[in-house]
């Protein structure tokens, strides 16, 4: 939600339209929903190492997580749609996206 609200946040500082505020904040729930499965992944599949933190948290504490729901594949597909309707709202309706398009890209592909 935080990262929804500094996307429209942002757009209305740079003089959006309402469908534009709208679609910056849609923009912002889609990747940060891929962003935690992506991280949700990388508890179960990265190392102490590369991901600069202690893996295997999350099913230690035994939370709920979409690994445990979704396995590898199903959030992989996952983060693979959230990314896609991400930038096809960009694309939508922005002229230039391609910043944007390239980070939520980045992100879903992050390994730490």
Do not use: W
Not at 47 to 70: C, F, I, P, Q
């Amino acid at each position: 939600a935080l990262l929804s609200a500094a996307c429209a946040f942002g757009t209305v500082a740079g003089g959006g339209s309402e469908t534009q505020i709208h679609a910056a904040s849609q923009f912002g729930e889609l990747i940060g929903h891929a962003f935690q499965i992506r991280d949700d992944v990388l508890d179960v599949i990265s190392t102490d190492a590369e991901l600069g933190k202690t893996v295997g948290s999350d099913a230690e504490e035994k939370k709920n997580t979409y690994m445990a729901l979704l396995g590898l594949e199903g959030c992989n597909a996952e983060i693979e749609a959230l990314t896609a309707s991400a930038v096809s709202v960009l694309k939508e309706h922005f002229p230039k996206t391609e910043f944007l398009a390239g980070l939520a890209e980045t992100l879903a592909k992050r390994n730490h």
